[in-house]
């Protein structure tokens, strides 16, 4: 699943390189960075999978890997123009794009090709350098050619003119990465941890990083604005547009009239170009990117099991939670009204009925319009190397087991010295504690949940084993931690103003660092490479479509007053979860912290 290669340092850390004179020296980000757009989604005609971005005036240069295709695309228009007609096989499989002044540069195979721009009719363009395995990127600035190659783990820099490779960075991700470059740094966006990031141009250092609203991002660039400035050294607004081209499969339902059967599932290429909007507070270490206006539908449909008879009956749900992420816009009731209590810090719907009847129909439930953004944390291990201790009521309240975590039996006792070994960073050892994790569970849906031995002895879980199994270790090396979820959007935002219906619940997790604070983490969905290196997209990141429900409390629960030991929820009614997508939103500096 994936190629394996040298896994780079992770949470930022880069690896030691001499810094060439010839590199450019950092420019300072302020406190804030702000990259802004209301631009449209561009959908240029004829091409199948973008693989490289480039801006040339008032246009966008696109490279297609497949057709061989170096397009002009109008961003007003989406009007499309194949530049290199006479030559396309020449760049069939090409990826990565930069124009410098009067040359082109892309990439082939294992090779960096540059030749003068515009094109001509009977160019040919030259081999800069050559790598011992596949590039995927290059971006050029000034006197210096940055080249990025996945199977290599590194990007290289060269001096433009002599050839001669100058130094290397260890690459930000695990993925495949496409490069630009700008004064305010290097940026990358990587095809599987679903994430741009902004580099130091001379160290490589990790600046931020933001996750990006769609999978697949294969290219970047900067289209420049005369609507944005600069205004003070405090802060860094970006003038310019930051445009991501996509690539990938989508599945569709076929009609072939032929066949005895004729709706036929099946794939065709999906590849489009997207502003990316940015807020990214430095001084605090995160940024949001691309949000969206949401709907939730939660319903129960009364319909139970067997005739019973319940007096004095209180049904409890959880609602959507207020975050630095996330925040609610309005919440009323569907079916049946409900009163509003708070339960450690989060909002419940309290339902009440004086009797619910043998048989009875009905519905109760909550529809919520909330604002949900991009997450993502920067923090490395050197920012939290000082945090404090754990205060006693953290440890009382997170560190106990109090949800069937096993953290009493053999199997997880041991599990959990072997996760973390020796470390004593806080950062690191949870790292290490979800990459073991990963190492000993593969995904598989379960009838039921099983208590983390039960899983980590099967060696497959579904995504409340895997957080079982994530809780207790984190929890025996005193990491407090909670359970947070229940339900993602359906990561379709183009699809507006019609309901969409998740195929399953999920839940994952938040872990607390003293003088930080809770920071999220998936429970399984970067669980994607074989005995990894694992993508690091969700450690400490949310993308737009999690939604924050009821941190650290139950779900839903009910009581009342003669409710029989063997009635549950599920013996009661079946419920209903509909999403709408409303409308895109740019992310704003958020007053709001949990």
């Given at each position: 699943m994936g190629n394996k290669?040298?896994?780079?340092?992770?949470?930022?850390?880069?690896?030691?390189?001499?810094?060439?004179?010839?590199?450019?020296?950092?420019?300072?980000?302020?406190?804030?960075?702000?990259c802004k757009s209301r631009c449209n989604t561009l959908r240029p005609i004829g091409v199948y999978a973008l693989a490289g971005l480039a801006v040339d005036g008032a246009d966008l240069l696109a490279v297609d890997q497949v057709r061989g295709y170096l397009v002009r695309i109008d961003p007003r228009t989406n009007n499309t123009t194949i530049l290199n007609s006479r030559h396309v096989e020449a760049w069939i499989g090409a990826v990565g794009l930069a124009i410098w002044r009067n040359t082109v540069w892309f990439a082939k195979g294992q090779a960096v090709f540059c030749g003068g721009w515009p094109l001509s009719p009977d160019q040919e363009p030259a081999c800069f350098a050559r790598l011992p395995y596949p590039v995927d990127g290059v971006a050029v600035w000034e006197s210096t050619v940055y080249v990025s190659c996945q199977k290599s783990g590194y990007i290289h820099v060269f001096e433009r003119s002599t050839g001669k490779l100058v130094t290397r960075f260890a690459q930000p991700g695990v993925g495949r990465e496409n490069l630009t470059v700008t004064a305010t740094g290097l940026w990358v966006c990587d095809r599987t941890e679903q994430t741009v990031y902004c580099l130091d141009r001379a160290t490589g250092e990790i600046q931020f990083s933001a996750l990006t609203p769609f999978a697949s991002p294969t290219g970047i660039a900067f289209y420049p604005t005369a609507d944005e400035q600069t205004t003070s050294s405090q802060e860094a607004i970006c003038d310019a547009i930051c445009y991501v081209s996509y690539a990938d499969e989508e599945p569709y339902v076929r009609d072939d009239p032929n066949s005895d059967f004729p709706y036929q599932l099946t794939f065709r290429d999906r590849t489009f170009i997207h502003p990316l909007n940015l807020h990214c507070n430095l001084e605090e270490h995160y940024s949001l990117s691309n949000g969206y206006l949401v709907e939730l539908s939660y319903v129960e449909e009364l319909l139970p099991l067997e005739a019973v008879a319940l007096n004095g009956l209180e049904w409890r749900i959880a609602l959507p939670s207020d975050t630095l992420r996330q925040r609610v816009r309005q919440v009323e009731a569907i079916g049946h009204p409900f009163a509003i209590e708070e339960q450690e810090g989060q909002r419940v719907a309290v339902f009440k009925f004086d009797q619910l009847q043998p048989h009875q129909g009905g519905l109760l439930g909550w529809r919520a319009i909330v604002e949900m953004y991009g997450l993502k944390y920067y923090l490395s291990p050197a920012d939290v190397e000082d945090a404090p201790a754990l205060s006693p009521k953290m440890q009382?309240?997170?560190?106990?087991?109090?949800?069937?975590?096993?953290?009493?039996?053999?199997?997880?006792?041991?599990?959990?010295?072997?996760?973390a070994g020796t470390e004593t960073n806080v950062l690191r050892k949870m790292l290490k504690i979800r990459n073991y994790v990963y190492d000993r569970l593969s995904y598989s849906i379960q009838t039921h949940i099983d208590t983390p031995d039960i899983a980590l002895a099967r060696g497959t879980g579904s995504c409340?084993?895997?957080?079982?199994?994530l809780l207790a270790l984190a929890r025996l090396n005193g990491i407090a931690c909670r359970t947070i979820g229940r339900y993602?959007?359906?990561?379709?935002?183009?699809?507006?103003?019609?309901?969409?219906?998740?195929?399953?619940?999920?839940?994952w997790l938040e872990f607390y660092v003293p003088g930080?604070?809770?920071?999220?983490?998936?429970?399984?969905?970067?669980?994607?490479?074989d005995s990894g290196p694992y993508p690091n997209r969700f450690f400490m990141g949310l993308s737009w479509y999690h939604m924050e429900i009821g941190k650290g409390i139950s779900f839903e629960k009910i009581k009342a007053l003669d409710k029989p030991d063997h009635v549950s929820l599920g013996d009661l009614a079946i419920n209903h979860i509909r999403f709408r997508i409303l409308d895109e939103l740019i992310p704003q500096a958020s007053s709001t912290s949990d």
């Amino acid at each position: 699943m994936g190629n394996k290669k040298k896994a780079p340092r992770p949470l930022g850390l880069v690896e030691a390189a001499p810094v060439s004179p010839l590199l450019p020296d950092a420019v300072g980000l302020g406190r804030e960075f702000r990259c802004k757009s209301r631009c449209n989604t561009l959908r240029p005609i004829g091409v199948y999978a973008l693989a490289g971005l480039a801006v040339d005036g008032a246009d966008l240069l696109a490279v297609d890997q497949v057709r061989g295709y170096l397009v002009r695309i109008d961003p007003r228009t989406n009007n499309t123009t194949i530049l290199n007609s006479r030559h396309v096989e020449a760049w069939i499989g090409a990826v990565g794009l930069a124009i410098w002044r009067n040359t082109v540069w892309f990439a082939k195979g294992q090779a960096v090709f540059c030749g003068g721009w515009p094109l001509s009719p009977d160019q040919e363009p030259a081999c800069f350098a050559r790598l011992p395995y596949p590039v995927d990127g290059v971006a050029v600035w000034e006197s210096t050619v940055y080249v990025s190659c996945q199977k290599s783990g590194y990007i290289h820099v060269f001096e433009r003119s002599t050839g001669k490779l100058v130094t290397r960075f260890a690459q930000p991700g695990v993925g495949r990465e496409n490069l630009t470059v700008t004064a305010t740094g290097l940026w990358v966006c990587d095809r599987t941890e679903q994430t741009v990031y902004c580099l130091d141009r001379a160290t490589g250092e990790i600046q931020f990083s933001a996750l990006t609203p769609f999978a697949s991002p294969t290219g970047i660039a900067f289209y420049p604005t005369a609507d944005e400035q600069t205004t003070s050294s405090q802060e860094a607004i970006c003038d310019a547009i930051c445009y991501v081209s996509y690539a990938d499969e989508e599945p569709y339902v076929r009609d072939d009239p032929n066949s005895d059967f004729p709706y036929q599932l099946t794939f065709r290429d999906r590849t489009f170009i997207h502003p990316l909007n940015l807020h990214c507070n430095l001084e605090e270490h995160y940024s949001l990117s691309n949000g969206y206006l949401v709907e939730l539908s939660y319903v129960e449909e009364l319909l139970p099991l067997e005739a019973v008879a319940l007096n004095g009956l209180e049904w409890r749900i959880a609602l959507p939670s207020d975050t630095l992420r996330q925040r609610v816009r309005q919440v009323e009731a569907i079916g049946h009204p409900f009163a509003i209590e708070e339960q450690e810090g989060q909002r419940v719907a309290v339902f009440k009925f004086d009797q619910l009847q043998p048989h009875q129909g009905g519905l109760l439930g909550w529809r919520a319009i909330v604002e949900m953004y991009g997450l993502k944390y920067y923090l490395s291990p050197a920012d939290v190397e000082d945090a404090p201790a754990l205060s006693p009521k953290m440890q009382q309240r997170y560190l106990l087991d109090d949800d069937e975590l096993a953290m009493d039996t053999p199997i997880i006792r041991q599990a959990a010295k072997v996760a973390a070994g020796t470390e004593t960073n806080v950062l690191r050892k949870m790292l290490k504690i979800r990459n073991y994790v990963y190492d000993r569970l593969s995904y598989s849906i379960q009838t039921h949940i099983d208590t983390p031995d039960i899983a980590l002895a099967r060696g497959t879980g579904s995504c409340g084993e895997y957080l079982g199994l994530l809780l207790a270790l984190a929890r025996l090396n005193g990491i407090a931690c909670r359970t947070i979820g229940r339900y993602k959007c359906p990561p379709h935002p183009e699809i507006r103003n019609l309901p969409l219906e998740p195929d399953f619940n999920h839940v994952w997790l938040e872990f607390y660092v003293p003088g930080v604070g809770w920071l999220p983490m998936e429970s399984n969905v970067d669980d994607v490479i074989d005995s990894g290196p694992y993508p690091n997209r969700f450690f400490m990141g949310l993308s737009w479509y999690h939604m924050e429900i009821g941190k650290g409390i139950s779900f839903e629960k009910i009581k009342a007053l003669d409710k029989p030991d063997h009635v549950s929820l599920g013996d009661l009614a079946i419920n209903h979860i509909r999403f709408r997508i409303l409308d895109e939103l740019i992310p704003q500096a958020s007053s709001t912290s949990d």
